[in-house]
């Protein structure tokens, strides 16, 4: 296929990525192709480029199998119609129908963030299996405005605030510089159509909702962003080098639970750098958890700027962490201790028993039918993940239908003798404590307000049925 190209601003950006970034002209790459427009340009302005260099080129399709299947075969007969005239080769990968689902309910993620998880998995193992040197992406400048939008008031420190990354190890956006109406035009000037997901539109995503009803304030007020927006990228680009090399030389020391470091580096630190250092390993300990819950900058903000530590204290405990001094070290372990003498955390999963102590968690999925006195009925929709049951901890509360109420008062209201009271399960989302479980061990279970409503036949619930161990129910 010839080119119709001239030094458009697309093909100027993909000929100036290759140059910036030292990529060798013979680079073979593996192209994240959707059909949608973004996708559709980044593989229309490679295969121009191909034709002035040695590139070799090959396309993916994911089938994240959320969407009708019409539509999805839809997608994949354009995909392959349009690499078929291109004579390249072609790959659909498919990720089976609720498994995005199924890893949003167990995980905590976003359905957006499930999906691209699961994406990237399926792009990282066609390009190991095919040999290609690098991934290509379509994102653009627009994608870059919205998640810096995002992450600015989800309080992203330097890292996040570098923004989407040009070049990544495997992966490469040669056109994030590119507005996506530029986009457009590119695809207008040779007659190119794409496809349309229906579900950029919907409002129940995040970036949806950003894009529509953020954005054109944003550009109307700020007509410069499209040279200011990079400069800020790169100026948090050396913020978080200058953070990385501060750190450097210090590093965590594994522990049965956890990590720990020496108690004068980390205090010798700015409030920046213990902040990165403690977001660089919680996700070392979250894995060990087995579930997905980002730390929360709030969450330390506290120790951040002080200036000195008593030995022997507890500093942060929450998220599944605690955070404490001992020994002239800082510790930084799981807070996951699972017996009914100590605090626990427990994740709830779907379809599955968990147990702590003499007790049994039943979690599943189901629908309303009879509702046995140790069960509890939340419908699915008004959970905002991760789930899980816990230990009390000071300060806890549930709003019930009449009111507040503090659960150490709730304890004393049952007469629960003090040496059981942190056996009571706390059964808790994102949102707040759903309800307290009592019954299994002899008192009560009280709901918060937000999921006791009214349940009909067709709402799917989750199901937490509280056993004691051996109970063959």
Not at 167 to 183: A, D, F, H
Request: proline share 5%; glycine share 6%; charged share 30%.
């Amino acid at each position: 296929m010839k080119s119709t190209a001239g030094r458009d601003p697309v093909s100027s950006v993909i000929e100036d990525y290759w140059e910036r970034h030292k990529l060798p002209r013979d680079t073979s790459l593996l192209v994240a192709f959707s059909g949608g427009p973004d996708s559709t340009a980044l593989l229309q302005a490679l295969c121009e480029f191909k034709e002035k260099s040695s590139i070799s080129l090959a396309a993916v399709y994911v089938d994240h199998g959320m969407r009708s299947q019409e539509e999805r075969d839809l997608d994949i007969a354009f995909t392959s119609a349009f690499t078929l005239d291109r004579d390249l080769p072609f790959f659909v990968q498919r990720i089976p129908e609720g498994k995005v689902q199924s890893l949003v309910d167990s995980s905590g993620r976003s359905p957006e963030e499930a999906a691209r998880f699961l994406r990237y998995r399926e792009l990282y193992s066609i390009q190991k299996r095919i040999g290609c040197s690098y991934i290509a992406l379509g994102h653009t400048f627009d994608d870059q405005l919205e998640t810096l939008i995002m992450r600015f008031f989800q309080a992203a420190g330097p890292r996040g605030l570098r923004g989407i990354q040009e070049k990544r190890e495997k992966l490469i956006r040669p056109l994030l510089s590119v507005e996506r109406e530029e986009l457009l035009q590119f695809l207008k000037e040779r007659s190119l159509s794409y496809r349309t997901d229906k579900t950029n539109y919907e409002e129940r995503y995040l970036r949806n909702r950003v894009r529509k009803r953020i954005v054109p304030a944003v550009r109307e007020l700020f007509p410069g962003l499209k040279t200011s927006l990079p400069l800020f990228t790169e100026r948090m680009g050396h913020l978080w080098e200058l953070l990385k090399r501060e750190t450097a030389s210090l590093s965590w020391e594994s522990t049965e639970k956890g990590y720990r470091l020496g108690l004068k580096e980390f205090t010798s630190l700015s409030p920046q750098g213990r902040a990165e250092l403690l977001f660089s390993v919680y996700p070392k300990l979250r894995q060990k958890a087995d579930s997905y819950c980002p730390l929360p900058y709030r969450f330390i903000h506290k120790i951040l700027l002080q200036e000195s530590f008593i030995n022997g204290k507890e500093l942060l405990r929450g998220h599944g962490v605690t955070l404490y001094t001992g020994g002239g070290y800082i510790f930084w372990e799981r807070d996951v201790v699972l017996s009914p003498k100590k605090r626990y955390l427990i994740l709830v999963k779907s379809d599955t028993i968990c147990s702590f102590g003499g007790l049994s968690f039943r979690i599943e999925q189901g629908y309303k039918v009879s509702q046995d006195a140790n069960e509890i009925w939340i419908p699915k929709e008004l959970v905002e993940y991760p789930l899980v049951i816990r230990s009390r901890k000071e300060g806890d509360y549930i709003i019930l239908p009449e009111g507040r109420k503090k659960i150490k008062k709730l304890l004393n209201e049952w007469k629960v003798p003090v040496g059981k009271r942190e056996e009571i399960p706390i059964l808790e989302d994102r949102k707040g404590v759903i309800a307290v479980l009592g019954k299994p061990l002899g008192f009560k279970n009280r709901v918060a307000k937000r999921v006791k409503v009214e349940i009909t036949g067709t709402q799917p619930l989750i199901i937490v049925s509280l056993i004691r161990n051996g109970d063959k129910r």
